[in-house]
T-cell receptor, first 113, second 116 residues
Framework: KQEVTQIPAALSVPEGENLVLNCSFT??????LQWFRQDPGKGLTSLLL?????REQTSGRLNASLDKSSGRSTLYIAASQPGDSATYLC????????????FGSGTQLTVLP | GAGVSQSPRYKVAKRGQDVALRCDPI?????LFWYQQALGQGPEFLTY????????KSGLPSDRFFAERPEGSVSTLKIQRTQQEDSAVYLC??????????????FGSGTRLTVV
C-alpha cells in the first residue's frame, strides 16, 4: 500500500527566506505527483503536477522536483511571503488505479512578516 | 459554475442521524471524486465516478457510506447512522478527463461534518 510522508509537519520562517518542503513515498510505481496548497477552511488548490517521466516543474516562485527511483519530491519556495502561509500537501497518483490520489499529512507553513 | 460547489458548508448531526452531502462539479467534467479529511491529516480517497458510473468505491469505510451520481453531474454522498468517527471534512473534486489522463483536479471547499 502506498504511503506518503511529509517532513516537517510544521515550519515557520521569516519573510524573504527560501525554503524546501519534503515529500517521500514508498511505492515508486507512480503515474504522477502533485503539490497542493490548502488554506484554512478551504479546498485544495493545485500548484504543480509532475509526470512520472519528468524531473521537475516550475511555476513562478515555486519549483517541484521528482526523484521517482528514491521515492522523493521537494517543493522549493523562493523569497517566501506572508501570503504563502498555508498547508502544503503532496499527493501521488498510482499507476493502474482509477486516478485516485494518496496524500501526505501536509506541512503547515507560516511565513512571518 | 466556475468551480466545484459543495453544500452544506457545515453540518452538525446527532449520532445515529442520516446525512446527505452534495457536490456540483464543474460543468462537463467527466470524473468526480470524494475524499475524507480528518483534522490534521491529508485527504483520503473514498470513491470515484466516471460520468454516472461508480468505478471505484474501495475507500468507503463501511456500508453506511453510499455515493451516487445518477445523471453524471451532481453527486451525493450519503452517510447512514452517523457515528462520531465520521466527523471530518468531506471534499469533492472533479476533472475534465476520464480514465488515466493528465488533466488536473479542481477541489471544492468541502463540507465539515461534526457528529455529536
Amino acid at each position: 500500500k502506498q504511503e506518503v510522508t511529509q517532513i516537517p509537519a510544521a515550519l515557520s520562517v521569516p519573510e524573504g527566506e527560501n525554503l524546501v518542503l519534503n515529500c517521500s513515498f514508498t511505492d515508486s510505481a507512480i503515474y504522477n505527483l502533485q503539490w497542493f496548497r490548502q488554506d484554512p477552511g478551504k479546498g485544495l488548490t493545485s500548484l504543480l503536477l509532475i509526470q512520472s517521466s519528468q524531473r521537475e516543474q516550475t511555476s513562478g516562485r515555486l519549483n517541484a522536483s521528482l526523484d521517482k527511483s528514491s521515492g522523493r519530491s521537494t517543493l522549493y519556495i523562493a523569497a517566501s511571503q506572508p501570503g504563502d502561509s498555508a498547508t502544503y500537501l503532496c499527493a501521488v497518483s498510482v499507476s493502474g488505479s482509477a486516478r485516485q490520489l494518496t496524500f501526505g499529512s501536509g506541512t503547515q507553513l507560516t511565513v512571518l512578516p | 459554475g466556475a468551480g466545484v460547489s459543495q453544500s452544506p458548508r457545515y453540518k452538525v448531526a446527532k449520532r445515529g442521524q442520516d446525512v446527505a452531502l452534495r457536490c456540483d462539479p464543474i460543468s462537463g467534467h467527466v470524473s468526480l471524486f470524494w475524499y475524507q479529511q480528518a483534522l490534521g491529516q491529508g485527504p483520503e480517497f473514498l470513491t470515484y465516478f466516471q460520468n454516472e458510473a461508480q468505478l471505484d468505491k474501495s475507500g468507503l469505510p463501511s456500508d453506511r457510506f453510499f455515493a451516487e451520481r445518477p445523471e453524471g453531474s451532481v453527486s451525493t454522498l450519503k452517510i447512514q447512522r452517523t457515528q462520531q468517527e465520521d466527523s471530518a471534512v468531506y471534499l469533492c473534486a472533479s476533472s475534465l478527463g476520464g480514465a488515466i489522463t493528465n488533466y488536473g483536479y479542481t477541489f471544492g471547499s468541502g463540507t465539515r461534518l461534526t457528529v455529536v
